[in-house]
């Protein structure tokens, strides 16, 4: 065997094995080429969709499993039902927690945003001008500025980055979380949410 099999063979006879050797070939070169333009379609999407991402250094595999990866996740949570889950998610150090109260005090000391600040750094995001309920002490829930919140989310997803969406509120359904939750998936519809009930279940608890 020759080290070019289809082309050589080819070139000196038309026997059968030549003509499968010289398909094989064909096969395979076009198989890489079109891995190659799938790699360049996908590395100026990646760019797009992860402007922080060096999409230069990655390898074909790398690049298929990023676009078959789940979006990236928003969970909705009120920690004073969810706090020890809140925890826990925050130890992913992509997770931001995102403090959609209107105003970030607590009678819970742990939860007041100073300490929170504290506790996570640049990874605790205040939104309450933006995604608080500026009625939160009664009266019809009404988002600060949704536009401009919805837009950071948004922002904050395609960075790459899951997100804790903290409201005090046990009750999903009573929350403005749901408000922000219905304007983000009409904005951002692939986007994945999970209650924390789920996480809870899937667990077993
Ligand atoms: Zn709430």
Redesign the pocket.
Known sequence: MSRVPGMTLLARDHTRSATTAWKRTLASVLHRSTLRSRKKTLQSQISMAYPRMQSDSLTIADLINVRSKKMNKVYPA?YSRHGALIEQLMQDPKTLLID??YSPNSKISAWAGSALKAKYGDRYRFAGKFLG?VN?KGGPMMLANPARGIQGLVMYLNEGHDLILV???A?FS????RLIVDLLRGAMPEVGVVMPEQIESKRGK
């Open positions: 009120g959609t109260r309920n939160y409201c005090g509120c009750e009573a929350c403005h979380r």
